[in-house]
């Protein structure tokens, strides 16, 4: 039973010596939010998050009782690159503008989603109605 308490007050002693359990907690970052909503339908929120390495994404976003929407989202990584996302959903249909610096895109319109990026000429959004002019091959 001794050899018990002994090995029992050892293991407690190790654990209260370990500088990992007695040291502070490593900060991980900070977020905040908000929320409103009112009987009706109407509402509004929002978030924004910094890791504890500096990297960011934040969302806003309002609506209202007859389904319309508008709002936006962030994302910044700690390499630098950023993209930001506007978009507005009602009776006309889902648009969304995209602002990125991240490597690979291009500038674009694809499904009413504009694309804004520093690596290519613009291009002219299309139309939809190519296929339809071509000849049909059976």
Known sequence: MIAKITLLCAA????CANPILTTAIVNTGVSSSTRQQDGLGNYAFNYGI???LGATNSRAEIGDAAGNKKGAY??????????RVDYVADSLGFRASVKTNE???ALSAPASAAVVSPYAAPV???SGLLPL??????
């Open 124 to 126: 002219a959004p299309s």
């Open 74 to 83: 962030t994302l910044t990584d700690i390499d630098g690159r950023a993209r």
């Open 50 to 52: 910094v890791d504890g």
């Open 133 to 138: 002019l071509l000849p049909l091959q059976l």
């Open 103 to 105: 490597p690979g895109t």
């Open 12 to 15: 407690f002693a190790v654990v």
